[in-house]
């Protein structure tokens, strides 16, 4: 039996949602906010929005695995949502919000995990390890907010 995977992580982010919106839309800048486990970082279509497709690579859970993701904007300018191609059935959503004069985002990804021993295992400790990389993705784009800000 296949289990579905979730992790996410939130920040209130020190810019205002517009221009945090945009820092996530484009796909080159974005990749600057990508933390280790990532690496790697292509782009391939477009670069900023909807119809992007970028690759990477991920070391994760003991193995190295290269995910194609597409990206679309069921909700331009408040969401964002990156899709495996590659069958893996990964899929990250970026939901912007406006908090005041600042944003609020929250990072959220899906996956369908393995059945057996092994997703027992990863029901467990992929959600903590994706919530610590997403913790770290979510500071590092405060801190490009706050520096492009006072620029």
Not at 92 to 106: D, I, L, Q, Y
Not at 120 to 130: G, K, Q
Not at 131 to 145: G, N, P, S, T
């Amino acid at each position: 039996m296949t289990h579905i995977v979730a992790a996410s992580a939130e920040r209130t982010i020190d810019a205002p949602a517009d221009k945090v919106y945009g820092y996530l839309a484009d796909t080159q800048l974005h990749s600057r906010f990508l933390p280790p486990p990532f690496y790697d970082f292509h782009i391939e279509e477009n670069g900023v929005g909807a119809a992007d497709a970028v690759w990477y690579k991920i070391d994760f859970a003991g193995g190295v695995r290269e995910l194609r993701m597409q990206v679309t904007e069921p909700e331009p300018g408040r969401t964002l949502v990156h899709t495996d191609t590659g069958g893996s059935g990964l899929v990250t959503t970026f939901t912007v919000t406006p908090h005041g004069e600042r944003a609020r985002v929250n990072i959220t990804s899906r996956f369908a995990g393995e059945s057996g021993v092994a997703g027992f295992v990863e029901r467990i400790i992929a959600p903590r390890r994706l919530h610590r990389v997403y913790v770290k993705e979510l500071a590092r784009l405060d801190a490009y907010a706050r520096e492009h800000r006072a620029a």
